[in-house]
């Protein structure tokens, strides 16, 4: 008896079917034979779009029920929201760059202590 086929779910976190078939076609090229599947969903009962922070927080609980109710995925992914706004956690100066990378990495092994 072979194992089944490893799942990746890509979760598109609104209600717009348009960008879920982008999502699924943009991934076309990752698939390959004996490779992992890869899913895409939308969350039906969301938003259209996801520009507010009520919106965003309109996902949880669907994202929740979507995740705990599938047995057969090995791996989750929410495509992250697009936004015309600066991403604050990002910045164009080298120091910051630096400084951010230097955290997360701190971060990171900080958390990686603590699974050991």
């Not at 090995?74 to 955290?103: A, E, F, I, M």
Request: aromatic share 4%; charged share 30%.
């Amino acid at each position: 008896m072979s194992d089944p086929q490893p799942r990746i779910r890509v979760i598109n976190p609104n209600s717009n079917e348009t960008v879920t078939w982008g999502l699924d076609a943009a991934l076309e090229p990752l698939r390959f034979e004996n490779g992992p599947e890869i899913v895409c969903s939308t969350l039906a009962e969301v938003p259209f779009g996801i520009e507010t922070q009520a919106a965003v927080e309109s996902v949880v609980m669907p994202l929740r029920r979507l995740v705990e109710a599938d047995i057969s995925s090995d791996c989750y992914s929410v495509r992250p929201r697009r936004s015309r706004q600066p991403d604050l956690g990002r910045t164009s100066d080298r120091r910051s760059q630096s400084r951010n990378s230097s955290k997360r990495t701190h971060e990171r092994e900080q958390l990686q202590a603590g699974t050991r």
